[in-house]
Antibody, heavy 120, light 110 residues
Framework: QVQLQQSGPGLVKPSQTLSLTCAVSGDSVSSNSAAWDWIRQSPSRGLEWLGRTYYRSKWYNDYAASVKGRIIIIPDTSKNQFSLQLNSVTPEDTALYYC??????????WGQGTMVTVSS | QVVLTQSPSASASLGASVKLTCTLSSGHSNYAIAWHQQQPERGPRFLMKVNNDGSHTKGDGIPDRFSGSSSGAERYLTISSLQSEDEADYYCQTWGPNWVFGGGTKMTVL
């Protein structure tokens, strides 16, 4: 049974970097049949997909246009986890952040969510 | 980019059935979609994938009361024998050219 456990700070100052980690159990981040995503949710933007990382003989990343240039998603095979880094945050980045696993059949498993507030 | 349209709200009585709709934007009527449920104060839970032919595959542990179907550009989620715990927000999702979500339908069980 795949489980995702999120961790990271709930408060980030404007212009700084938001960093969250998602620890995976029950599967490998190097799986050839899964991808590892970050999604956020806010009242103004609803559910917004941010990006993903996945391994298909080599590592790939896809990022949403809305955050491209500010986002990095990094897999860590030694710890079987993946991380989100979002740079130069503003109050508009305040949201509930979720990590998730998608498989080739579009079946999803979600993490528990982390509320991140951007404020000085 | 594909757009998914959902009605903001729906309601039905305990024990009744309800059919929620997700409409794909023009030119994307052959796309599959996924349905997710978000109960109050909880994270989303994957329910099922619905293909353009109406076939669907459900997530682990999803009750038989939940089913999916399709007609043209519309994808449906039907919930039978409504229970109080079905009161939740329901989101559809598809890929094109990245993951896109609908605005969600808030389902109230009367």
């Amino acid at each position: 049974q795949v489980q995702l456990q999120q961790s990271g700070p709930g408060l980030v100052k404007p212009s700084q970097t938001l960093s969250l980690t998602c620890a995976v159990s029950g599967d490998s981040v190097s799986s050839n049949s899964a991808a590892w995503d970050w999604i956020r949710q806010s009242p103004s933007r609803g559910l917004e997909w941010l990006g993903r990382t996945y391994y298909r003989s080599k590592w790939y990343n896809d990022y949403a246009a809305s955050v491209k240039g500010r986002i990095i998603i990094i897999p860590d095979t030694s710890k079987n986890q993946f991380s989100l880094q979002l740079n130069s945050v503003t109050p508009e980045d305040t949201a509930l952040y979720y990590c998730a696993r998608e498989d080739n059949d579009w079946h999803w498993i979600w993490g528990q969510g982390t509320m991140v507030t951007v404020s000085s | 980019q594909v757009v998914l349209t959902q009605s903001p709200s729906a309601s039905a009585s305990l024990g009744a059935s309800v059919k929620l709709t997700c409409t794909l934007s023009s030119g994307h009527s052959n796309y599959a979609i996924a349905w997710h449920q978000q109960q109050p104060e909880r994270g989303p839970r994957f329910l099922m994938k619905v293909n353009n032919d109406g076939s669907h595959t459900k997530g682990d542990g999803i009750p038989d009361r939940f089913s999916g179907s399709s007609s043209g550009a519309e994808r449906y989620l039907t919930i039978s024998s409504l229970q109080s715990e079905d009161e939740a927000d329901y989101y559809c999702q598809t890929w094109g050219p990245n993951w896109v979500f609908g605005g969600g339908t808030k389902m109230t069980v009367l």
